[in-house]
């Protein structure tokens, strides 16, 4: 007995390759359940030629060899059940996806995966201030540069304006309450993306709340920090918004200047012209992950949810 090898046929013999590359077409944008329900297939079978479309998109996009890679974690499910994400920021696409938590012990399994010559020409390693990437990123790639994500910081002192603001709530009491309660993501917001609502909301609460108001300026203005073009003159930006936090008794902000300053160094990277990137492909692909992770109400197979997040910003084929 002989059997013949078909190119055209899919994995599964029943259905050619062109068949199974239109479900995994469908797959990207709808459900398993509904591309199924459409096509009238069972729906193991549309998960299995999903899954041989999404292997051929990652053999055409070929071995990664990143020179900026962007790290970051995101939750599985319930119960801080974290896995690492590293992003090639200069092809716009994620390239590893595994470890079993946050660690600088999974953090290294990605350089053991990229091996010795291509982590060796990593010059930039773009993520936020947990320090077992940091770690490990040193030890297995010292050559590359470590810069803080602009986003992650601002979300620290979006956290430290939000304790001000749960302070000032507790300190007051009464009628003065009423111009705090519900004003958390009034604060938060930057002034341009506010409704005309919103800025009214807005004015009225810092005209009635002093500390509040130098609160909220101080957290507008700390955004001229990555404006600067020269390390020296950003430290200088630096130390005049740190004095300016004197006799201001605003204790949360303290501890995200001191936060700051031992984090230094990865600040100061982004003053270097080299280190220019696009800082927001992180965050998007974190969204991007959690569309996927809702549209289908948690993926259990973790190894479906790999291969969706590698593929998701390859061309279709």
């Not at 069972?42 to 899954?51: G, P, R, S």
């Not at 994620?94 to 938590?101: A, K, Y």
Request: net charge positive; aromatic share 12%.
């Amino acid at each position: 007995m002989k059997r013949e090898r078909l190119d055209f046929l899919a994995d599964n013999p029943l259905y050619t390759k062109r068949f199974a590359y239109f479900v995994g077409r469908r797959c990207r944008g709808a459900t398993i359940k509904e591309v199924a329900e459409e096509l009238a297939l069972d729906w193991h079978t549309v998960k299995a030629l999903d899954q041989q479309y999404m292997e051929a998109q990652l053999k055409r996009a070929g071995t990664p060899g990143p020179q900026v890679i962007g790290v970051d974690e995101i939750a599985i499910r319930k119960g801080h059940t974290y896995r690492i994400v590293v992003s090639d920021l200069v092809r716009g696409r994620p390239i590893w996806f595994g470890g079993q938590d946050r660690s600088e012990a999974s953090m290294s399994q990605f350089y053991g995966w990229l091996g010795k010559r291509k982590s060796s020409r990593i010059r930039l390693a773009v993520m936020d201030m947990w320090k077992p990437f940091r770690l490990a990123t040193k030890a297995q790639a010292p050559q590359a540069a470590i810069l803080f994500d602009k986003f992650h910081v601002m979300r620290h002192l979006g956290e430290a304006l939000d304790a001000v603001r749960k302070s000032e709530y507790a300190r007051l009491a009464g009628r003065q309450r009423r111009y705090i309660k519900g004003q958390k993501y009034t604060l938060l917001s930057r002034k341009e993306n506010l409704t005309l609502d919103g800025k009214k909301a807005l004015k009225t609460l810092l005209a009635a709340n002093k500390r509040l108001n130098t609160a909220y300026v101080l957290k507008e203005s700390f955004g001229q920090l990555w404006s600067y073009q020269r390390e020296g003159w950003a430290r200088r930006f630096f130390e005049n918004w740190r004095a300016s936090l004197k006799w201001q008794r605003l204790k949360p902000y303290e501890k995200f200047a001191e936060m700051i300053d031992r984090h230094w160094d990865g600040i100061a990277a982004h003053c270097r012209p080299e280190n220019k990137v696009s800082l927001g492909f992180v965050e998007g692909l974190n969204n991007k992950i959690r569309v996927i992770q809702r549209r289908a109400y948690g993926l259990r197979n973790e190894n479906y949810l790999r291969l969706k997040i590698l593929t998701c910003m390859l061309p279709a084929l």
